[in-house]
């Protein structure tokens, strides 16, 4: 079992930056590659970025690409995701999820899932 707490989501204007954590506890941090998604309102949630077990691979959605990084520290059991130029469109409920396999972009693919932690983007 792997336990996730997603932090540092808040209210930002357009063009900010903000940097989500997720912290892990229970099972090796290092054996799960970890996702982000979001979950508009109204939307289904999407794939944001992915990291491998290892940090050596990452994936990104086109819409972000550029703009979002994702990253981890093993010493602390966390991945990051590192959000700049902040869009309207971006305001969403953003989650982190473990996966115990190699990185996906389905949320299907994923088996454990964190509470989540709104970002806000105003224009």
């Known amino acids: 079992q792997v336990q996730l707490v997603e932090s540092g989501g808040g209210l930002v204007q357009a063009g900010g930056s903000l940097r989500l954590s997720c912290a892990a506890s229970g099972r090796i941090f290092s054996n799960y590659a970890m996702g982000w998604f979001r979950q508009a309102p109204g939307k289904e949630r999407e794939f944001v970025a992915a990291i491998s077990w290892n940090g050596a691979s990452s994936y990104y959605a086109d819409s972000v690409k550029g703009r979002f990084t994702i990253s981890r520290d093993s010493a602390k059991n966390t991945v990051y995701l590192q959000i700049r130029s902040l869009k309207p469109e971006d305001t969403a409920v953003y989650y982190c999820?473990?996966?115990?396999?190699?990185?996906?972009?389905?949320?299907?693919?994923?088996?454990?899932w964190g509470q989540g932690t709104q970002v806000t983007v105003s224009s």
């Open positions: 999820a473990a996966r115990g396999l190699g990185t996906g972009t389905r949320k299907d693919d994923y088996d454990y």
